[in-house]
Nanobody
Framework: VQLQACGGGLVQAGGSLRLSCAAS??????YAWFRQAPGKEREFVAT????????YLANSAKGRFTISRDNAKNTVYLQMNSLEPEDTAVYYC?????????????????WGQGTQVTVSS
């Protein structure tokens, strides 16, 4: 089982980035994005249920971020617009078999490596 996250980078405030998370080895029911800033705990950003495409976003992400999936590519995306310096963090994708909305780190068993997002002011 492997979750491969990519797409991070350096962007100016107000800019956009799209993160990708490609899953191989298994089909999961739910995927999520979390982020962890230096000195802070890992926090929930967004989640999507694979079968229905239904999504749930953290308040900090609503209106700016979109989580989506591509069935053919078995890939989940996080489109991030209107980025702010406060969005600077390592972003992680996660997956599990639960069909309910889960926003906790402990709720996901499978994790990809992080991808760094840096937003300059």
């Amino acid at each position: 089982v492997q979750l491969q996250a990519c797409g991070g980078g350096l962007v100016q405030a107000g800019g956009s980035l799209r993160l990708s998370c490609a899953a191989s080895g298994r089909a999961f029911n739910r995927y999520a994005w979390f982020r962890q800033a230096p000195g802070k705990e890992r926090e929930f950003v967004a989640t999507i249920r694979w079968s229905s495409g239904s999504t749930y976003l953290a308040n900090s992400a609503k209106g700016r971020f979109t989580i989506s999936r591509d069935n053919a590519k078995n890939t989940v995306y996080l489109q991030m617009n209107s980025l702010e310096p406060e969005d600077t963090a390592v972003y992680y994708c996660a997956a599990d078999y639960t069909i309910t909305i889960v926003t906790t780190v402990r709720g996901y068993e499978y994790w990809g490596q992080g991808t760094q997002v840096t937003v300059s002011s």
